[in-house]
């Protein structure tokens, strides 16, 4: 910060408060990348009509709304949410090819097949505190779930998350404690350093006094201690090399995954339930988009209504949250650069199978209460509920998968996408064949109004055509989770809507 002018401005920009100017003043970094969103002066009324009624498009409209814009959503599907979808019993999913599915699962359970974690520091949370919404915390790591690998050696396939991460920990540890000890690193050290760094070496990595790897218990037992006579017998720990071919560790540690993860009471479409509800009267549902054009002083957007009859709506402004494979193919009036970039932009696959079970033996059996296991087959991830714990069934996320693995189970009959699911799942729960109840499974490249699960920027596309699309077209405005940096994550849409509004704003302001 070099001026006073910039001090006040960033004081401004964080709220005015004593800890705005310890903010402004980088004593206090900010933990979350988002600035309070107080727009000054009144938007008067302005009509600004929004393409879509995901998470993006609703806190659009809920923001401006609050600055006195009149917005109306535009939605293509029969609830608001678009992504944040949280499946029940009864629920229906047709994908593009005709297949079609209905939920079968018990009162109180259910799938989230796009989002279900939210990680402390996002937006999100934000949102979930204006509008009251309960959470609870979701167990994204769990040392008790399973790592399931078929290139380990076969007495090694299925271990426990804690028995790989404290191995691997402590022979890498073992290491570099050696590599110290035998002054054989490249980074000067002295004695004092040395003998601190060993002492935490043997401390994280669970060394002797030969710094060896040795699992005193923390890894796990052979036989658990309890009364009596039984002090417990630890593990041994599996070799280094078949840790390593076996590929056993997860990215769950980085900014968005690390602990403690949260969830929504009752499912993750709390949030766009709570401003579909602030917003009643002003979102059309069945609303597809057939046209978006350009007009003198603004747009004109043409859709059909629930009926299937053409219909048109005009607006001073157009904030589209259309995803991308999608809006390429609605005819519009945009700029020959804005057209080129949006075609060049991908997006990924990716695939969910929720399975009902009659009982909770992840939790009876295998002591797993939430979490994820991993394998190295096509299902990717088993999900355990992180609710209804002791309750009497429960439904699991048999499988999440990405790429190559999403399209092998997308491209699958809904009862063959079940067998593979429980086919590879019983590898790692055997109790499978005799708890199945019913499955439901989303292939988000097939499923219509999305067409993709979510963007995939190159380090090309974010260079050439990121700049591009950020810009608004005459008086369209992209925003959603693909305009933003925190991609596949409700944030970066929510974010993206906020940078938006923020513009607009100052546009109309300035106007
Ligand atoms: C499998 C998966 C897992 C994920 N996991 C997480 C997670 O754990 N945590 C997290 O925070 N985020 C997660 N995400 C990302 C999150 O879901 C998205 O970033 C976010 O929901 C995107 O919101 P959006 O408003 O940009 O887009 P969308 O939710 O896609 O909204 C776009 C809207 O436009 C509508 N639409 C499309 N075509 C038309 C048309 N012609 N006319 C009118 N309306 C139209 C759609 O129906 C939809 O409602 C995940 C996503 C997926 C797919």
Redesign the pocket.
């Known amino acids: 910060m070099r001026t006073r002018r910039d001090f006040i401005e960033r004081v401004a920009a964080y709220g005015g408060s004593a800890t705005a100017a310890m903010l402004a003043l980088d004593l206090l970094a900010p933990a979350s990348a988002s600035p309070p969103l107080d727009l000054e002066g009144s938007g008067n009324g302005t009509r600004v009509v929004i393409?879509?009624?995901?998470?993006?498009?609703?806190?659009a409209a809920y923001e401006l709304g609050k600055a006195g814009y009149l917005c109306t959503v535009?939605?293509?599907?029969s609830r608001?949410?678009?992504?944040?979808w949280t499946v029940r019993t009864g629920d229906r999913h047709v994908e593009s090819d005709g297949t079609s599915q209905i939920a079968a699962f018990a009162d109180g359970t259910y799938l989230?097949?796009?989002?279900?974690?939210?990680?402390q520091h996002?937006v999100?949370m934000d949102y979930y505190r204006e509008f009251g919404i309960a959470v609870e915390q979701f167990g994204n790591v769990n040392l008790n779930a399973y790592y399931h690998s078929t290139a380990a050696p076969p007495e090694m396939q299925r271990i426990r998350v804690r028995e790989a991460e404290y191995a691997m920990n402590g022979y890498t540890s073992e290491l570099l404690a050696k590599a110290v000890s035998q002054s054989a690193l490249d980074t000067p050290l002295t004695r004092d350093d040395k003998a601190k760094l060993l002492d935490y070496l043997s401390a994280t990595g669970g060394l002797n006094k030969r710094y060896e790897y040795v699992n005193r218990g923390a890894a796990g037992y052979r036989e658990l201690p309890a009364a009596g006579d039984q002090a417990g017998v630890p593990a041994d720990p599996y070799d280094l090399m078949s840790l390593v071919r076996g590929g056993f560790f997860a990215p769950e540690r980085e900014i968005d995954q690390q602990p403690t993860m949260f969830q929504p009471v009752g499912g993750?479409d709390a949030l766009p339930r709570a401003f579909a509800t602030r917003l009643r009267g002003r979102i059309h549902y069945n609303?597809?988009?057939?046209a978006i054009r350009k007009t003198p002083d603004g747009v004109r957007i043409a859709?059909t209504n629930a009926q299937g009859s053409p219909m048109a709506i005009e607006a001073a402004y157009c904030i589209c949250?259309?995803?991308l494979p999608?809006?390429r193919k609605?005819p519009a009036d945009f700029s020959p650069a804005f057209a080129a970039s949006m075609n060049r932009v991908t997006y990924m696959d990716?695939?969910?199978i929720g399975l009902a079970f009659k009982r909770r033996f992840w939790e009876e059996d295998d002591r797993i209460m939430s979490g994820i296991s991993r394998t190295d087959q096509t299902i990717t991830q088993i999900w355990y509920p992180s609710y209804g714990y002791f309750g009497r069934g429960g439904v699991l996320t048999g499988a999440?998968a990405?790429g190559k693995n999403a399209r092998t189970i997308g491209d699958l009959a809904p009862r063959d996408r079940e067998a593979l699911a429980l086919r590879e799942g019983s590898v790692i729960h055997p109790q499978y064949a005799d708890e199945f109840m019913s499955s439901f499974s989303?292939a988000?490249q097939k499923t219509p109004?999305?067409m993709g699960?979510?963007v995939a920027w190159t380090d090309d596309t974010r260079k050439s055509d990121y700049p591009v699309l950020s810009q608004p077209d005459g008086r369209i405005y992209l925003?959603?989770?693909?305009m933003s940096y925190?991609?596949?994550?409700?944030?970066?849409?929510l974010e993206?809507?906020r940078d938006v509004v923020r513009r607009l704003h100052a546009r109309v302001r300035a106007a």
């Open positions: 393409l879509g009624a995901g998470v993006a498009g609703l806190c535009l939605e293509a599907r608001a949410g678009g992504r944040v989230n097949p796009g989002p279900a974690r939210v990680p996002h999100t993750i609303a597809a988009v057939t859709y949250t259309i995803p999608v809006l609605i990716s695939a969910k999440y990405t989303v988000w109004h999305n699960a979510w925003a959603g989770e693909h925190i991609n596949a994550w409700q944030a970066g849409a993206s809507a």
